[in-house]
């Protein structure tokens, strides 16, 4: 059995929470010491264990009601997802309990989290080895797919993609005008479907590695911005908006983008979606 959530305790634990069926405690006591800071992750995964998706909200410069939140529940829904919003703010052991609902809530195929490296505040999650063992176990052992939005790809603290052995990392923040990769391997994906875009406006990164980019940038392409003298910028081509990566049974992902495109959302639902229905080769 786990320890105690509450971290001056850590003794062996004897009840499990009632709502969310992922954490443990000790007691009474100390489950009501610590339920202002699992309230909202508890109340938000509910009693439901079949829900395909978690979205977990808050890691943000503005935090919590990420502006992609809402957009991407929709989405997901329409296409027949059910997806589960964790709300988290600060102070509340975000990583051991993400951790747990990852290794607990078997019927999770897709974990999105909105803002991990835009915001000033981690949450302790870049520097936890028992939640970095649990997402990396859960993608790559379980099958399950990955799905990180932001403005940047890293917090200063720490860089994500290197627990998947990618090379990812922030370019310039300029935006412009990203086209869908003709031979990433995900393509059988788009192929069919109507709401599938051929181009992503958003912010960059890059070492990526080709196979990887599902939009990128080409010799061709220019910085978009209504600001002027912000627009019209060569850029060239290596750089991407929209990474995905296979990663032992499941899939990395990351979609520099901030605003929430109608684009991003296609894309995050497609991806969502497609992935976890098949197994990936």
């Not at 919003?85 to 078997?106: C, F, N, R, S, W």
Request: glycine share 10%; proline share 5%.
């Amino acid at each position: 059995m786990p320890s105690c959530l509450n971290p001056p305790c850590r003794k062996e634990t004897k009840s499990i929470c009632g709502g969310c069926k992922c954490v443990y405690f000790c007691g009474r006591e100390c489950q009501v010491s610590i339920w202002k800071h699992h309230k909202h992750l508890c109340k938000g995964l509910g009693k439901q264990d079949d829900k395909e998706c978690l979205i977990v909200d808050g890691m943000g410069p503005l935090g919590r009601d990420d502006i992609g939140t809402v957009p991407i529940t929709n989405a997901l829904k329409a296409r027949g997802m059910e997806s589960t919003v964790a709300h988290i703010d600060k102070g509340m052991y975000i990583p051991e309990q993400l951790a747990l609902i990852l290794q607990h809530k078997t019927a999770l195929r897709v974990c999105i989290i909105l803002g991990w490296g835009s915001g000033d505040d981690d949450f302790g999650c870049n520097d936890h080895d028992g939640f970095r063992q649990a997402l990396v176990s859960w993608v790559q052992e379980t099958g399950g797919t990955l799905i990180v939005q932001g403005e940047r790809i890293a917090h200063a603290a720490g860089n994500w993609p290197e627990w998947f052995g990618l090379s990812w990392k922030s370019s310039d923040y300029s935006r412009t005008i990203h086209d869908r990769n003709p031979e990433h391997w995900s393509i059988p994906w788009f192929a069919s479907d109507r709401e599938a875009p051929n181009q992503a406006k958003s912010c960059m990164i890059n070492q990526v590695e080709k196979h990887d980019i599902l939009f990128g940038t080409t010799k061709d392409s220019k910085t978009f911005s209504p600001v002027p003298g912000f627009g019209g910028r060569d850029v060239g081509p290596g750089h991407t908006t929209f990474a995905v990566s296979k990663c032992g049974k499941g899939v990395v992902s990351f979609s520099g983008d901030v605003n929430a495109e109608k684009e991003t959302i296609a894309t995050i639902a497609i991806i969502s979606q497609a992935s976890s229905s098949s197994r990936v080769e």
